[in-house]
């Protein structure tokens, strides 16, 4: 059908939103899994602050600190966009085949949960690695303490040394964050529609930039305030500095040790850094999608 001719300009459109925003905002990455892992431990740097984390990382270590593990969170943010906006769109064309109605709310969340599943078992590996990067603290000072010199090196050592289920900690909280993503497909999907509706307008009718960054920001904000705590677990669970037992382990000792506040360490630099995130992804993926479009058609 026409939306399989579709499937691989989804996927180029998803792959340069992703990854154009993750190496501009990969230092708040770094500031959001360091705050998400503070839990005292005396090995740990004290920050007071976002700016206090940064300027130190940069004081201690330069820009090559404030990037580290910026390789695998790049692949990790291609592959996972890429294959997210494929997996999703495949399976609500599998889902619509014969169908003369839209999907609902609710399909449009069950194919986005799925999507994220899908994906989530190809790039686990990957976000194990980006943790343990950023989580090397002064590697930038002396590059002997350095457990682990890049990507592949950390995928090799982790494997040789915790097996596949090291590659695959914070798995089943990371599933959660497949949630996350549905969540904020559900919100975006749905505050089109209302505001088309609103305008009297088709509801396919194209948005301005202003529009697809208000509707991209306000179901980023949504999504990321239902789901953050299941990050600070996940990070903790990845973290190579401290060894809990499982989930439950995490959630029972951060909320012992600090409250709720425990599980929104982090939040405020992650929401400086999804939001505009999330609004160039989606404002390039609506872009460059319509583009590949209308080029197809010129050709064709």
């Given at each position: 059908?026409?939306?399989?001719?579709?499937?691989?300009?989804?996927?180029?459109?998803?792959?340069?939103?992703?990854?154009?925003?993750?190496?501009?905002?990969?230092?708040?990455?770094?500031?959001?899994?360091?705050?998400?892992?503070?839990?005292?431990?005396?090995?740990?740097?004290?920050?007071?602050?976002?700016?206090?984390?940064?300027?130190?990382?940069?004081?201690?270590?330069?820009?090559?600190?404030?990037?580290?593990?910026?390789?695998?969170?790049?692949?990790?943010?291609?592959?996972?966009?890429?294959?997210?906006?494929?997996?999703?769109?495949?399976?609500?064309?599998?889902?619509?085949?014969?169908?003369?109605?839209?999907?609902?709310?609710?399909?449009?969340?069950?194919?986005?949960?799925?999507?994220?599943?899908?994906?989530?078992?190809?790039?686990?590996?990957?976000?194990?690695?980006?943790?343990?990067?950023?989580?090397?603290?002064?590697?930038?000072v002396d590059p002997s303490k350095r457990q682990?010199?890049?990507?592949?090196?950390?995928?090799?050592?982790?494997?040789?040394?915790?097996?596949?289920?090291?590659?695959?900690?914070?798995?089943?909280?990371?599933?959660?964050?497949?949630?996350?993503?549905?969540?904020?497909?559900?919100?975006?999907?749905?505050?089109?529609?209302?505001?088309?509706?609103?305008?009297?307008r088709p509801s396919d009718t194209k948005l301005?930039?202003?529009?697809?960054?208000?509707?991209?920001?306000?179901?980023k904000i949504f999504a990321v305030s239902a789901?953050?705590?299941?990050?600070?677990?996940?990070?903790?669970?990845?973290?190579?500095?401290?060894?809990?037992?499982?989930?439950?382990?995490?959630?029972?000792?951060?909320?012992?040790?600090?409250?709720?506040?425990?599980?929104?360490?982090?939040?405020?630099?992650?929401?400086?850094?999804?939001?505009?995130?999330?609004?160039?992804?989606?404002?390039?993926?609506?872009?460059?999608?319509?583009?590949?479009?209308?080029?197809?058609?010129?050709?064709?």
């Open positions: 059908g026409a939306c399989a001719e579709h499937r691989p300009l989804n996927l180029a459109a998803g792959l340069s939103g992703g990854v154009i925003s993750t190496l501009v905002l990969h230092p708040l990455d770094l500031v959001k899994i360091r705050f998400a892992v503070s839990d005292g431990l005396e090995l740990r740097p004290k920050y007071n602050g976002i700016l206090h984390c940064m300027t130190t990382v940069w004081k201690h270590e330069g820009l090559r600190g404030l990037y580290q593990g910026v390789t695998p969170n790049m692949w990790g943010a291609g592959a996972s966009w890429g294959l997210y906006f494929f997996f999703y769109n495949a399976i609500k064309a599998y889902k619509k085949e014969g169908k003369l109605e839209s999907l609902g709310a609710t399909e449009h969340l069950v194919s986005a949960a799925e999507a994220g599943a899908m994906t989530l078992c190809i790039t686990n590996p990957i976000w194990v690695t980006k943790t343990r990067l950023v989580l090397q603290y002064n590697a930038g682990y010199k890049g990507m592949l090196d950390a995928l090799k050592k982790i494997y040789k040394k915790e097996g596949i289920r090291g590659l695959y900690k914070g798995f089943v909280p990371g599933l959660f964050g497949t949630s996350h993503g549905a969540l904020q497909f559900m919100a975006y999907e749905d505050l089109k529609l209302r505001y088309n509706k609103y305008r009297n301005n930039t202003v529009e697809y960054i208000t509707m991209a920001a306000v179901s789901t953050y705590p299941y990050q600070v677990v996940r990070a903790r669970l990845q973290d190579q500095h401290n060894t809990y037992s499982g989930i439950f382990d995490v959630i029972c000792r951060t909320w012992r040790r600090e409250g709720i506040h425990g599980f929104y360490k982090g939040i405020v630099p992650n929401v400086i850094r999804v939001t505009p995130a999330c609004c160039i992804t989606f404002v390039v993926y609506e872009n460059v999608s319509s583009f590949l479009l209308g080029f197809r058609k010129e050709n064709n």
